[in-house]
């Protein structure tokens, strides 16, 4: 894949949170073998994110192929997690593609189809499913001040996406990914009922 001169877009997995209603962090889940944490960072990689920054919180974690963020401030909620992220990105990082440690089913190929928009001058991309905008999303250079300005308490990317509809590229995803969610220990289950992949 080629991307703009200017380098890769960095990948960004949220992971901090310690998963309340499931009673352990997702980020150290096991899914098929493999913990949530290492399947999000191996999920950017493929795509071609370069750097990949995981952001912790409840867990302390070590992961192979990327640069873990610690955020002391995790209780205060999602958006404290993406500043965090944001302000740990390299000099010069051209995007970002912003995914959550707990939706094991979206692909590499959703995050490609982020990238191929950026590269054809998207500032801001998001994957959609069923035409509503969910993860992951990439961010431009230009919104990353913006969006950590308005990251409050559990408000990530959202409210900015909202607030700038003319910066953001819709990009369907239905055929390569999806946005389930483990959030509660019925949802894991039903997860691990699947045939693995």
Known sequence: MTMRGEGNP?????????????GRPKATLELDGERLVDRGVRMLR???CAPVLVVAGAA?????????????????GMGSSLRAGLA???????AVVVALVDQPLVTSGAVGRLIAAFDEGAGIAVATYGGAPRNPVLLGAGHFAGVA???VGDQGARGYLRAHPESVTRVPCDDVAAPDDIDTPDDLAAFNRREPR
């Open 60 to 76: 302390q974690i070590e992961v192979i192929g990327a640069v873990v963020v610690p955020n002391p401030d995790w209780r205060d």
């Open 46 to 48: 493929d795509a071609g």
């Open 149 to 151: 300005e308005a990251a």
């Open 10 to 22: 960095a990948g960004l997995l949220l992971a901090a949170g310690e998963g309340s209603r499931l």
């Open 88 to 94: 740990a990105l390299p000099p010069g990082c051209p």
